[in-house]
């Protein structure tokens, strides 16, 4: 895995490789120098990362092309019939949240290597959220303290088991459990999948793909957290069946009714913290010429959840009855529009397509659902993504 991306780099920066598929780290400012062209399928989730991925070529002055090549999602669709809202709007402003408590932790346990962690003292480096973060890792046996000390002025130094914590984290995920996808061939690790994301891409049977080559997983090992794979030549593809329920925890009103000597209104949007949990119960093999669904196989997978954010409007029994009355279906009412609002919400605020998800009830389902419009982060521990998306709202609708 390591070893394929550093092999990729070296060909394309001495010119060996004429070109490269990359995803979107591609955009965290490397300097090839000799890119001509940039082309960019889809829109990346923000004008900035656009902007970013198009300066990879023309470097030292030199003339360059950029292509947008637009999908079928409303986003890209939208910047083809207006293009001007594409290209004078500014670049969006970047939110880091500090209060995540899986990356804290990691954080933490790094920092603490370095010089002890003291509650006085660091705070102001790692926010609220830091005293909370010392006594999980304290628990955890990666802090400790002179106990003879009082709390506040306590100095907590690293004795974990590791020599260089940050060799244990990764970069570009949060979750430090993932599994580990081999090939038969040569017995070598293609890809380290995050363990929420897994189920949707490893399974017996399933079709997995890699630096463009074709494998078919065959076993599937969960307490080991391996699948091993075997490369085959297929007319096919999978995708799983599953669905994600999500329990909102709490209920208050994030914002109180507003009047005004204009207008009258109020809202009952909220944003809780969630659990988000997925459940994965079969999947198709679909022709890859036609779209075709070829067959279906049951799974027996174990479920996934995590502790998120959501932001969620309850929509009112009136509109419901609107709805009915003039025989349309409300359930596909309230897919479309948790759709359409997760296609607004990269207009107003920097993230990726996979950073938020939506409570996208099937309509054709007959389990119980709630009657709610709700988007979540689907990053364990959430990333503050759907409490900008109450702001921004609160934003606009004060105005």
């Given at each position: 895995m390591g070893q394929d991306r550093r092999r990729i780099e070296n060909e394309f920066f001495n010119g060996k490789l004429r070109g490269v598929a990359a995803t979107n780290a591609l955009e965290l400012g490397i300097?090839?120098?000799?890119?001509?062209?940039?082309?960019?399928?889809?829109?990346?989730?923000?004008?900035?990362?656009?902007?970013?991925?198009?300066?990879?070529?023309?470097r030292r002055e030199r003339p360059a092309l950029a292509v947008y090549v637009a999908f079928e999602s409303p986003l890209d669709q939208y910047f083809m019939k207006f293009p001007q809202k594409l290209f004078q709007s500014p670049i969006e402003s970047c939110h880091v949240y500090a209060h995540n408590q899986q990356v804290l932790e990691q954080h933490l346990v790094c920092a603490a290597l370095e010089h002890p962690l003291s509650l006085v003292?660091?705070?102001?480096?790692?926010?609220?959220?830091l005293n909370s973060g010392i006594m999980s890792l304290a628990n955890k046996g990666y802090l400790s303290s002179d106990?003879?000390?009082?709390?506040?002025?306590?100095?907590?130094?690293?004795?974990?088991h590791e020599k260089k914590p940050s060799h244990a984290i990764s970069?570009?995920?949060?979750?430090?459990?993932?599994?580990?996808?081999?090939?038969?061939?040569?017995?070598?690790?293609?890809?380290?999948?995050?363990?929420s994301k897994a189920f949707f891409q490893?399974?017996?049977?399933?079709?997995?793909?890699?630096?463009?080559?074709?494998?078919?997983?065959?076993?599937?090992?969960?307490?080991?957290?391996?699948?091993?794979?075997?490369?085959?030549?297929?007319?096919?593809?999978?995708k799983t069946r599953d669905y994600t329920d999500i329990d909102v925890i709490g209920g208050v009103i994030a914002y109180p009714a507003r009047i005004s000597d204009v207008q009258q209104w109020k809202t009952t949007a909220q944003t809780n913290n969630c659990k988000v949990t997925t459940t994965w119960f079969g999947f198709y093999r679909i022709?890859?010429?036609?779209n075709e669904i070829i067959d279906s196989e049951d799974l027996s997978l174990p479920k996934y959840s995590y502790e998120s954010q959501a932001v969620w409007i309850r929509v009112p029994q009136s509109i419901k009855s609107e709805v009915e009355i003039k025989q349309f279906s409300f359930r596909a009412g309230l897919h479309a529009a948790c759709?359409?609002?997760?296609?607004?919400?990269p207009l107003y605020i920097m993230c990726n397509s996979s950073d938020l998800a939506s409570e996208c009830v099937n309509p054709h389902e007959t389990r119980y659902f709630p009657e709610r419009i709700l988007l979540y982060d689907q990053h364990p521990g959430g990333i503050g993504l759907s409490v900008q998306v109450i702001i921004r709202y609160m934003s606009f609708t004060c105005v």
């Amino acid at each position: 895995m390591g070893q394929d991306r550093r092999r990729i780099e070296n060909e394309f920066f001495n010119g060996k490789l004429r070109g490269v598929a990359a995803t979107n780290a591609l955009e965290l400012g490397i300097d090839v120098g000799h890119i001509d062209a940039t082309l960019h399928l889809g829109f990346p989730g923000s004008v900035a990362s656009l902007w970013q991925q198009a300066g990879r070529s023309g470097r030292r002055e030199r003339p360059a092309l950029a292509v947008y090549v637009a999908f079928e999602s409303p986003l890209d669709q939208y910047f083809m019939k207006f293009p001007q809202k594409l290209f004078q709007s500014p670049i969006e402003s970047c939110h880091v949240y500090a209060h995540n408590q899986q990356v804290l932790e990691q954080h933490l346990v790094c920092a603490a290597l370095e010089h002890p962690l003291s509650l006085v003292y660091d705070e102001k480096y790692f926010g609220s959220c830091l005293n909370s973060g010392i006594m999980s890792l304290a628990n955890k046996g990666y802090l400790s303290s002179d106990p003879s000390r009082n709390l506040p002025s306590q100095m907590w130094s690293y004795i974990g088991h590791e020599k260089k914590p940050s060799h244990a984290i990764s970069i570009r995920a949060i979750e430090t459990e993932r599994y580990k996808v081999f090939t038969n061939k040569r017995n070598e690790v293609l890809e380290e999948i995050e363990e929420s994301k897994a189920f949707f891409q490893v399974y017996e049977g399933a079709v997995y793909m890699h630096q463009g080559k074709t494998y078919l997983v065959k076993v599937l090992n969960l307490s080991a957290k391996v699948a091993l794979c075997q490369e085959a030549n297929l007319k096919y593809y999978t995708k799983t069946r599953d669905y994600t329920d999500i329990d909102v925890i709490g209920g208050v009103i994030a914002y109180p009714a507003r009047i005004s000597d204009v207008q009258q209104w109020k809202t009952t949007a909220q944003t809780n913290n969630c659990k988000v949990t997925t459940t994965w119960f079969g999947f198709y093999r679909i022709w890859r010429r036609s779209n075709e669904i070829i067959d279906s196989e049951d799974l027996s997978l174990p479920k996934y959840s995590y502790e998120s954010q959501a932001v969620w409007i309850r929509v009112p029994q009136s509109i419901k009855s609107e709805v009915e009355i003039k025989q349309f279906s409300f359930r596909a009412g309230l897919h479309a529009a948790c759709h359409a609002l997760l296609n607004v919400v990269p207009l107003y605020i920097m993230c990726n397509s996979s950073d938020l998800a939506s409570e996208c009830v099937n309509p054709h389902e007959t389990r119980y659902f709630p009657e709610r419009i709700l988007l979540y982060d689907q990053h364990p521990g959430g990333i503050g993504l759907s409490v900008q998306v109450i702001i921004r709202y609160m934003s606009f609708t004060c105005v």
